[in-house]
């Protein structure tokens, strides 16, 4: 079942800010993650050049994507296994599902995949009568919700756990206390017949190394392992973006994305993956398939937004964003949510709904210092909404304000007579010094915030003051 949306932004964003136990556990999670991550941060002797060399190696990735994925591919093959190309959502669904049918899979287990999620692959497996089975407690929480993720990390996070203890006690048909531990052990007891009987495991790909063919996956569950060496098939489905160059790039990224991921030195299980298992080894699967797919992330090569294919997917930015702090994830509509999300959604999605999704933001910069391989999300948040201007997706009013307040404040003379006439307007609205509703569509920016007047002795003319008087009466 689909997460299904409704509504404009606007209007999942109001829902969103209304809902009691969504703010609860936004709060609680996000205030957390930071937390973790100050504290996992302080180890680093010199932060900023642990961070700029992960950026680096991302760079490096990307500047030659073509070739490090050629370079996969050929070691991915020498390893015996099988790589698969996918230009869009819908190749990548049907080569997931080809090998599924072909080899009589009957269900599927699964880790933990923003690129599955991505194409919508679960809803292709149940048309064709596969059984997914996601197997991360995030996961499997908002499969039996119905839901898609809320957030990058943790796909739950919207939900408190009275909540998550009503879902699974009707799932499992018995009543379960609200408490972190039964949860998790009545999970734990209801996956693990999964595994026993699934015939293929899915997994994403954190990192895919392309000096030696290996895939890397960062799980903080044992089910990662689980589902990559037990069942006898093994499909991985990656972004083209997921590419780097050597073990040693691996080394280095791995110092920053558990800190910026979960505030952890590092994760719990770091599972890494070269071809099917080998005659002298006791686990892992008989075929393991690569699927690399593209999906629209080429399109943004060579352009200014080629910057997010460096992207960790570590939700770092989420955390500290104040927008995705009040309203959380679904109400971005996509898969991919906050200001990461804002720039990755109109990649893989050309629609109007998408490319709007820019407006969503304060550009108050916190993403980009919280980024751990420093993306300028602020500038192409500012790069999308220049496109969305010219593609005059913004109502016409909006536009012609915008033009004559330039044309203000590129006329010194227009900007101090538009002071002036502004001080004489606004002071009628003042209340005890601050002017609490505007009218017209100004009613809407004053809904939830106070403005001050405008002044009215302009800071110019305080400072010819101030100038005049000497330095001894200042």
């Not at 599924?100 to 287990?109: D, I, L, N, S, W």
């Not at 996956?217 to 590419?243: F, Q, Y």
């Not at 080394?251 to 890494?272: D, H, I």
């Not at 227009?414 to 006439?421: D, E, M, Q, T």
């Amino acid at each position: 079942m689909a997460h299904e949306v409704r509504g404009s932004l606007e209007a999942r964003a109001e829902g969103a800010v209304r809902n009691a136990f969504l703010q609860q556990a936004l709060d609680v999670a996000t205030e957390r993650f930071i937390s973790l991550r100050q504290t996992a941060d302080a180890d680093f002797q010199d932060p900023l050049a642990v961070r700029l060399a992960a950026k680096a190696a991302r760079e490096r990735a990307v500047a030659n994507l073509d070739a490090n994925l050629a370079r996969l591919a050929a070691n991915v093959r020498k390893a015996g296994g099988h790589v698969h190309w996918a230009a869009t959502a819908d190749e990548a669904r049907a080569i997931v599902v080809g090998i599924a049918r072909e080899r009589g899979v009957r269900t599927v287990v699964k880790s933990k995949s923003m690129a599955s999620e991505e194409i919508h692959l679960n809803r292709a497996l149940e048309t064709a009568g596969i059984r997914p089975v996601e197997t991360d407690l995030g996961e499997w929480i908002i499969q039996l919700s119905g839901e898609t993720p809320s957030h990058i990390i943790a796909p739950a996070i919207h939900l408190t756990k009275g909540q998550v203890a009503e879902l699974i006690s009707r799932h499992l048909g018995r009543e379960l206390p609200a408490e972190a531990e039964a949860l998790v052990a009545a999970a734990k007891q209801a996956l693990r017949q999964e595994f026993i009987r699934a015939d293929m495991g899915i997994s994403g790909v954190n990192f895919a190394v392309a000096e030696t063919g290996t895939i890397v996956l960062v799980t903080n569950e044992g089910n990662g392992r689980l589902v990559t060496s037990h069942p006898r098939i093994h499909v991985a489905l990656m972004g083209v973006d997921k590419v780097i160059e050597t073990l040693d790039d691996l080394t280095t990224l791995m110092r920053v994305l558990p800190r910026a991921a979960t505030g952890q030195k590092l994760s719990v299980y770091m599972t890494m993956v070269t071809g099917p298992r080998r005659a002298d080894e006791i686990d892992g699967p008989d075929e393991f398939h690569l699927v690399i797919m593209d999906n629209g992330r080429s399109r943004v090569l060579r352009t200014p937004m080629e910057e997010s294919l460096q992207c960790l997917r570590c939700g770092a930015c989420l955390n500290v964003c104040p927008v995705y702090k009040e309203i959380g994830g679904h109400a971005y509509g996509s898969v991919y949510s906050g200001p990461i999300g804002m720039v990755l959604t109109p990649m893989i999605d050309q629609s109007a709904e998408a490319k709007s999704l820019c407006s969503a933001s304060t550009l108050c910069g916190a993403c980009l210092d919280a980024c751990p391989v420093a993306i300028d999300i602020p500038g192409m948040l500012l790069h999308l909404r220049a496109e969305a201007v010219t593609a005059g997706a913004f109502p016409w009013w909006e536009r012609v304000g915008f033009r004559l307040l330039g044309f203000v404040l590129n006329s010194p003379g227009l900007y101090r007579l538009a002071g002036r006439v502004g001080a004489k307007l606004t002071r009628p609205l003042a209340q005890h010094g601050w002017i609490r509703r505007l009218p017209g569509a100004g009613e809407r920016w004053t809904r939830i915030r106070d403005l001050p007047p405008i002044a009215e002795r302009p800071f110019r003319d305080r400072w010819k003051g101030l100038v005049a008087s000497g330095p001894a009466d200042r």
